[in-house]
């Protein structure tokens, strides 16, 4: 690439723009992905805990 050309400032930054626009796309999905792990483990002790109260009340549920 020509740095001495006259659109090489443009280029430069459309590149620097795509790479913030992927880095955060990137963030939200690891931080979206670590919510929703967090969410399930939590959802997975409620459950175990009811199924566990339920055969010692008798009920099938």
């Not at 992927?22 to 792990?37: D, F, K, S, Y």
């Amino acid at each position: 690439m020509d740095f001495s050309a006259p659109h090489a400032g443009f280029v430069i930054a459309s590149y620097l723009v795509t790479f913030i626009v992927l880095l955060g796309l990137v963030l939200a999905t690891w931080l979206r992905q670590r919510r929703a792990r967090e969410q399930l483990k939590t959802l997975e002790e409620r459950g175990s805990r009811r199924r566990r109260r339920a055969g010692k009340d008798g009920d099938s549920a």
